[in-house]
């Protein structure tokens, strides 16, 4: 591609929450059982926030160990962009939070909200400021604590979601390495498939609204199951197509962690071999915008992505939004973190 800079990964982090919540815990919740929620979705166990954690919390952690990783204080940081769909409260954002948090007075920052596709649309965001100049290091964070939202009474929802954060610091680079493309995508016809239908202005927060559960997700699981599979598999066709790599140049497929049987489905339909997959979702469900993150981050830390492999990662999320993002990995760790 033709530009001066590239927006070069030089440090990750990840945290999530010490509560683990089995499928064992789920059955004396809901009509559920381990062997159906595995067999489903590939979920073990998720991870549950404590009361009074929120949001901030975790994406404060993830991005100090994201910045002491890269060697750059936070008051060196020209941007903060946080992907949420459980911001701590209307405003301000959780990016603002995160900036007090570590100490990042000279940076701008603000949220982004696009669901699980989130990280993908901050990454670009971010990756552009450095592309064009105007920045030159940048926090992006995925961070969601999606069981604030879950109905734990819903046994079609409840057995999916998880909460957790993830981080990265893109820097300027002068060489290739980095974020090479990313293609995003959204159809708002769509939107009502997967949704918190209170809440906001259309449908504000009321005693009915909570009577009804409507402040929580909604979802139509099999259509959501179609849309993300033709959705995220055309995006990656059409960002290698653009960037001229093929899929067997690909080193490892880094998927938004939703559902098991959605990521076989794509990895199949993409041609991409089982053991170029990262998968950790059996641990932590669904975690939205801080699947991916949280994702690299451990495939990083198992010794598994390494120096210059290319690392394809694919999203789908509420909205309709979706994404792909095409990286050219330079983090080598140096021990076990």
């Known amino acids: 591609m033709n530009r001066e800079y590239s927006a070069k990964v030089t440090g990750i982090g990840s945290c999530v929450p010490k509560h683990v919540l089995t499928n064992h ?64 409260m209307t405003f301000p954002s959780t990016a603002c ?3 007090k948090n570590i100490g990042a007075q000279h940076a701008f920052a603000y949220d982004i909200s696009a669901a699980c596709a989130g990280f993908l649309f901050a990454l670009s965001n971010a990756s552009q400021y450095i592309e064009n100049g105007t920045c030159q290091s940048v926090l992006v964070i995925g961070a969601d604590l999606m069981t604030h939202i879950t109905d734990f009474e819903d046994r079609n929802t409840c057995v999916l979601f998880g909460d957790g954060a993830g981080a990265v610091v893109l820097s300027k680079s002068l060489d290739e390495e980095g974020i090479i493309r990313t293609e995003l995508g959204s159809d708002g016809r769509h939107g009502d498939i997967l949704s918190v239908p209170a809440g906001g202005t259309k449908l504000p927060l009321t005693e009915e609204t909570v009577t009804l559960r409507k402040h929580y997700i909604s979802m139509n699981g099999s259509e959501v199951f179609k849309m ?110």
Do not use: C
């Not at 020209?78 to 701590?88: E, K």
């Not at 199949?268 to 991916?292: C, D």
């Not at 993150?293 to 939004?321: C, N």
């Open 25 to 88: 815990d789920l059955e004396q919740m809901v009509d559920t059982s381990d062997e159906w929620i595995q067999t489903r979705t590939g979920i073990r166990e998720r991870r549950k926030a404590d009361p009074g954690e929120a949001t901030s919390d975790l994406a404060t952690t993830a991005a100090e160990i994201a910045l002491k990783e890269a060697g750059i204080l936070p008051q060196d940081l020209d941007a903060i962009i946080v992907a949420t769909t459980t911001p701590d």
């Open 228 to 337: 993300a599979v033709r959705a995220m598999g055309n995006s990656a066709k059409k960002l290698l197509e653009k960037t001229g790599y093929d899929i067997h140049q690909i080193d490892w497929l880094v998927p938004h962690q939703a559902n098991k049987r959605i990521i076989d489905t794509l990895r199949k339909k993409m041609g991409f071999p089982e053991e170029k997959v990262f998968i950790n979702l059996q641990h932590y469900g669904n975690m939205s915008a801080a699947s991916i993150p949280v994702a690299l981050d451990e495939a990083y830390r198992s010794h598994l992505i390494k120096p210059d492999q290319l690392v394809l990662m694919v999203a789908f999320g509420g909205g309709l939004t979706w994404g792909s993002s095409l990286l050219r990995w330079s983090l080598e760790l140096k021990n076990d973190g």
């Open 97 to 99: 939070m995160v900036q």
